[in-house]
């Protein structure tokens, strides 16, 4: 079975650092396009970053120079390193899988999200 | 960056009606080497992280009930839930993804009449 399990979130101050993990089982991070997808408080979804398998990165324009996604083999995690911290950047944020094809498909598995507060 | 806008921003069915959710794309999310739109539809309950239904404009996702439809080429996309259910009130996303950054539309909130 399929599985994400993210975890990390918490309050922050602004201007601070927080890293995100997410724990995948039932398949291979490396092998899959991963994603992270965020969703502030009542607000829409907006992605945020993808690893493609062969290891090369994108971001939003909201979260570049301040954002760093990466994954971890032996434990097949992906994690995304959140510096610079925002009010703004105040959300729950999800991994999410965009499969293992020559380009990245839809976001066919979701975890259950990890909220962070950027607050004083 | 590729913009999607959705129409209504929300909207009211009655059960057992139909529900019409539009969205549009900002360019061609139609890839012509093999003529697929990559474009996605997403279902979001509260608290529950969103749920694929459809891909690729008009597949849907295994174990989706075949009251969820979705139509559209190039630019121009629509879902169609038939039959509405008091389980299909949610928030509908659609997301393209032809290019990074993987976009979605605003949202639209279905509610029951």
């Known amino acids: 079975e399929v599985q994400l399990v993210e975890s990390g979130g918490g309050l922050v101050q602004p201007g601070g650092s927080l890293t995100l993990s997410c724990a995948a089982s039932?398949?291979?991070?490396?092998?899959?396009?991963m994603s992270w997808v965020r969703q502030a408080p009542g607000k829409g979804l907006e992605w945020v970053s993808v690893?493609?398998?062969?290891?090369?990165?994108k971001y939003a324009g909201s979260v570049k120079g301040r954002f760093i996604i990466s994954r971890d083999t032996s434990k097949n995690t992906l994690s995304l390193q959140m510096n610079s911290l925002r009010a703004d950047d105040t959300a729950v944020y999800y991994c999410?899988?965009?499969?293992?094809?020559?380009?990245?498909?839809?976001?066919?598995?979701w975890g259950q999200g990890t909220l962070v507060s950027v607050s004083s | 960056d590729i913009v999607m806008t959705q129409s209504p921003d929300s909207l009211a069915v009655s059960l057992g009606e139909r529900a019409t959710i539009n969205c549009k794309s900002s360019?061609?999310?139609?890839?012509?080497?093999?003529?697929?739109?990559?474009l996605a539809w997403y279902q979001q309950k509260p608290g529950q992280p969103p749920k694929v239904l459809i891909y690729?404009?008009?597949t849907r996702e295994s174990g989706v009930p075949d009251r969820f439809s979705g139509s559209g080429s190039a630019t121009d996309f629509t879902l169609t839930i038939s039959n509405l259910q008091a389980e299909d009130v949610a928030v509908y996303y659609c997301?393209?993804?032809?290019?990074?950054?993987?976009?979605f539309g605003q949202g639209t909130k279905l509610e029951i009449k």
């Open positions: 999410a899988r965009q499969g293992n094809g020559d380009y990245p498909n839809w976001f066919d598995a």
């Open positions: 039932g398949f291979t991070v490396t092998s899959n396009y």
């Open positions: 690893l493609y398998s062969g290891g090369s990165t």
């Open positions: 360019q061609s999310v139609l890839y012509s080497s093999n003529n697929k739109n990559y």
């Open positions: 690729w404009a008009s």
């Open positions: 997301q393209q993804y032809y290019s990074a950054p993987y976009t």
